[in-house]
Structures are given as C-alpha cells and as structure tokens.
C-alpha cells in the first residue's frame, strides 16, 4: 500500500505560564492512501489536538508529519495555508454551517472565496462560479440532499448538517478528510447513515479518511482503528 501520511514521534504541550500540560509524547503513526483510519480515545487523551495537526491547524511542540515524503512542519504560514486549502477537508463535530446561507452556498463558499482573492490551489486550476455551483451541487447531490439545496442550516436534520459538512469537505477535492467525531451530536440511526455515506465516498473517491471519536459504533464498522492512549499510540 502507498503511504500517505507517516506521523514521526509528534509531540504537543500546552504551556501555561511556568506549567505544561503534555498532551502527545511521541505520536508515530503511518496512513495508507485511500484507508480509513479511525482513532479512538477517551474524552480529553487529545484526539482533537492531534487532528488539529495532522491538518496543519496547529503546529507540534516536536516531531515531523510527512504528506507523501514532504515534512510539512517546516512550511511556512503562507505555504500551510495553500496546502491545506489543496489537500485536506474537514468535518467537524459541530458542522458550523453559516446560518445566512443555503446547503448550496456552504458548500460552495470556501472555493468562492478562495477564487475570488485569487488564491487558485496548488495545480493551478480555478473555477467560475457556475463550475462552483456544479460541484456543489453534485456533490450534495452525492450526500442525497439533492432536493436540500436552497435549505438553510435551521431547515436542515442534524444528519442532513452532518451531510452538508461531508459535501463541503469534499469541495476542493481533498487528498485526505480529516473528521472530527463526525457522528457526535446526532442518533445512532443517523449516525449510521453519515458512516455509511463515509464509508461509499471513500470507496467512491478514493480519498483518505482519518476519523477521531469516542465512539466504538464506529470503529466496529472501520477496517483499521488505532487508539490514542496516555498521549501514544496503541494499534
Ligand atoms: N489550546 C489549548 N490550550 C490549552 N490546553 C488545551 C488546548 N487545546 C486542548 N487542550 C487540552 O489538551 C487536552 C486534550 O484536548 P483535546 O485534544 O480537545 O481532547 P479530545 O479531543 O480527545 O477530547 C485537554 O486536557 C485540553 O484541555
Ligand atoms: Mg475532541
């Protein structure tokens, strides 16, 4: 299998005042490309926290994160935000959908915006609006909310949010779909289907999923689920 992530002794603390609070002491773990990897741990071990990382949202106390050889801790703000924008999607537990806009639109938005500061992605490519459009509404159309698009967020399920946030994260095409416990605030009915539609895209589309929670419903359905423990990994 292709590598696609390898992790390299990640350290994090969080330093207040004179105290610091280690929260990952040598993180080591490699992603295959196109798998699903769940991380599992108890509430507050720093799933989060890793994650975060992992999509460059925060940088590491110590250690290395290669995307496909590329250690991407010693890229710049300016060289982090591009990168990211290319290469990572997030779903995150509270899908902060913006209230004042349809499932179209948020969907839509980030690569609107981005195309019009003229930011462009790594390859080059940008996109008319139209082809915004399209996409997004292919993509909602992917996550069956097709008949949802001109809803706002408070028409929506929470499912139906859930799913908006996958269409989103899925926007520009990400090589890798961070979730951060993606069933979190909603039924297990529910939950059930976001995994199952999880599951279809990453078959479907290839991409690489890393998925945190607490939630062993999850990793029961999961092919790979490593556990973060005291700060480490325990496959
Ligand atoms: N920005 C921060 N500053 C200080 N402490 C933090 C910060 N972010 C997280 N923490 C602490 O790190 C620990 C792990 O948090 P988190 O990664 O959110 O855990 P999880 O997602 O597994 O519940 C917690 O003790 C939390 O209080
Ligand atoms: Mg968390």
Known sequence: MDKQIR??????SFYDGDSELKVLKGVNLDVDKAEIL?????????KSTLLHIIGTLDRPTEGSIFYDEQ??????????????????????????????????????????????????????????????????????????????????????SGGERQRVAIARALMNNPKVVLADEPTGNIDDKTSDAVLDLLLEVNEKLNQTF??????????????????????????
Not at 7 to 12: E, G, R, S
Not at 38 to 43: D, E, K, N, R, T
């Open 38 to 46: 769940v991380i599992m741990g108890a509430s507050g071990v720093g």
């Open 7 to 12: 992790i390299d002794n990640l350290h994090k």
């Open 71 to 156: 250690d991407i801790t010693i890229f710049s703000e300016n060289e982090l935000t591009l990168f990211r924008n290319d290469a990572i999607g997030f779903v995150f537990q509270f899908h902060q959908m913006l209230p004042e806009f349809n499932a179209l639109e948020n969907v839509a938005m980030s690569r609107l915006i981005r195309n019009s500061k003229n930011i462009g992605s790594l390859d080059g490519s940008s996109s008319t609006p139209q082809e915004v459009y399209q996409t997004a509404e292919h993509l909602l159309d992917s996550v069956g909310l097709s008949e949802r698009l001109n809803h706002y967020p408070s028409q929506l």
């Open 210 to 235: 890393i998925i945190v929670t607490h939630d062993s419903r999850i990793s029961e359905r999961a092919k790979r689920t490593v556990h973060l423990v005291d700060g480490r990994i325990a496959e």
